[in-house]
């Protein structure tokens, strides 16, 4: 199974197969500076599934305080990628769900940094719900 996404402007486009599945919202504060919204959703993906179609040189990114590292299109802003340590050794990534074109059978399954949740945003779904990472 493989899985096209772009960014807003589609001049970045990629295509990644084998998504893992567990997906979480985050309600960090990083994650909802990034995306201008509440929370953030990442698909984790080996890095070796994922394929850049073009575009790719036009990826800018952010590098946090905690080493945490955000990527978005240079054009048009969209915000496309996560990795953190974590990600770098164990050679994964994090694609932001939302920028998938075709349709994902998966469904995140948590929201993680509940901590940080906006206090505007009801949560009304069953998914288990953690203070801070994933336990
Ligand atoms: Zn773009
Ligand atoms: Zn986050």
Redesign the pocket.
Known sequence: MSYSGSCLCSKIKFEVSDIHPQIGH???????K?HGAA??T?AEIKLNNLTWIKGEGLLSSFTAEND?VRSFCRTCGSSLL?ESKYNRENSTIEIALASFDTPIELSPDAH??IQ?KVSWLTLNDELEKFDTYRK
């Open positions: 985050c309600h960090c504060t990083m994650c909802r990034f929370f953030s990442f945490t996560f993680i940094f940080n």
